[in-house]
């Protein structure tokens, strides 16, 4: 299977993704059209204490119009190693430094329309944490979960972000047990 780019129209260009109308053509022939959004790409970290608990963010997501309690994560700046960028968005977001810091997995969450990846990562944290550094437009709580609490979260769907999600699914087995 492949779909064949006959044309590429470009419809938006903003500060974080772009917007692309492609006409393609199918393996059998027939041509449609295809709506793409370009996207620079992100990190996810889930981020672990000494201790086991874990350190999430809070924040609202308008998109989605309500609060989500998510992993920590932002976009990768062009040119940017994604690793650097995992330890920049901790550092920021929560006011921790890494310790270690291990990749899990690179993930397309929504390739039907997207062609973002999303690098996740496995983070060991410092045990003291230093004051955030938010960018201007960021509104962002630090919370402090159990495992045990992150599991119920997850369970009842109260975490239900996709990034999440996926960081705690690969991460929760790495994780040393609780202190």
């Known amino acids: 299977m492949y779909e064949k780019t006959l044309s590429t129209k470009h419809v938006y ?26 996207h620079h790409g992100a990190v996810a970290a889930l981020c672990v204490l000494p201790d086991g608990r874990l350190v999430l963010v809070k924040q609202y997501r308008k998109a989605a119009e309500r609060i989500f309690l998510e992993v920590v994560a932002g976009l990768i700046e062009e040119g940017e190693d994604p690793e650097d960028c995992a330890r920049r968005e901790i550092k920021e977001e929560t006011g921790y430094t890494v310790d270690a810091i291990e990749k899990l997995i690179s993930f397309y969450p929504s390739p039907g329309y997207v ?65």
């Open 13 to 38: 260009k903003g500060r974080i993704l772009d917007l692309d109308v492609l006409e393609v053509e199918l393996t059998n022939g027939v041509t449609s059209m295809r709506e793409v959004v370009r």
């Open 115 to 179: 062609d973002e990846t999303i690098q996740v990562y496995l983070a060991h944290l410092h045990p003291a944490a230093d004051v955030l550094a938010l960018d201007h437009d960021e509104h962002i709580e630090v919370v402090v979960l159990t495992r045990e609490e992150m599991r119920r979260q997850v369970a009842t769907g109260e975490i239900c972000d996709g990034k999440t999600l996926v960081a705690w699914l690969l991460g929760e087995k790495r994780i040393e047990p609780d202190a």
